[in-house]
């Protein structure tokens, strides 16, 4: 299963810490943001269980539209990683993420976002799913055979043929 939404979710420090750090190169520091925080301690979350890659990518929200620079109106939002794509599996080893990665497209003040995965599903024996298969047409079959039966004897009883 995957999830991939615009959660709201926010960093908890200052905007000027935010931009600094994000110039700096120091996204670590940012990574224990509150969709981190609501997952690993809020027992009554919905998306326990769920996993993210690792974020390698700027905060992709809050930009002035059509440009590069965090938000410059009187509001002063603070970047943040709102969008987000997480993903859970009830076997975690089946799913290998290939790539999570923001793109540059400047045409609102959040910042596209994609991942790829690899998924190995589960294997079945061909000679078995053959064999289910064989033994679902002869019942189809029979069973067709009983209704054709069924409802020629009903026009037959009608006078209707």
């Known amino acids: 299963m995957k999830l991939n939404s615009d959660l709201n979710y926010r960093i908890d420090h200052r905007r000027d810490a935010i931009i600094a750090a994000i110039n700096a190169g120091d996204l670590a520091s940012l990574l224990h943001d509150q969709l981190v925080r609501e997952i690993k301690y809020n027992r009554g979350c919905r998306l326990r269980g769920f996993s993210e890659g690792p974020i390698t990518f700027n905060p992709t929200y809050k930009y002035d539209p059509g440009s590069d620079d965090y938000d410059t109106s009187e509001k002063h939002g603070a970047p943040a990683w709102c969008d987000r794509i997480l993903w859970r599996s009830r076997v975690a080893t089946r799913v290998n993420q290939l790539h999570y990665r923001r793109y540059e497209a400047n045409v609102s003040d959040h910042r596209p976002i994609s991942a790829a995965f690899s998924i190995t599903l589960k294997t079945f024996d061909k ?22 039966t069924a409802v020629t004897k009903f026009y037959v009883g009608q006078a209707l043929i």
């Open 127 to 148: 000679e078995t799913r053959e064999k289910a298969h064989a033994d679902l047409q002869a019942e189809w079959f029979e069973e067709q055979q009983r209704l054709l």
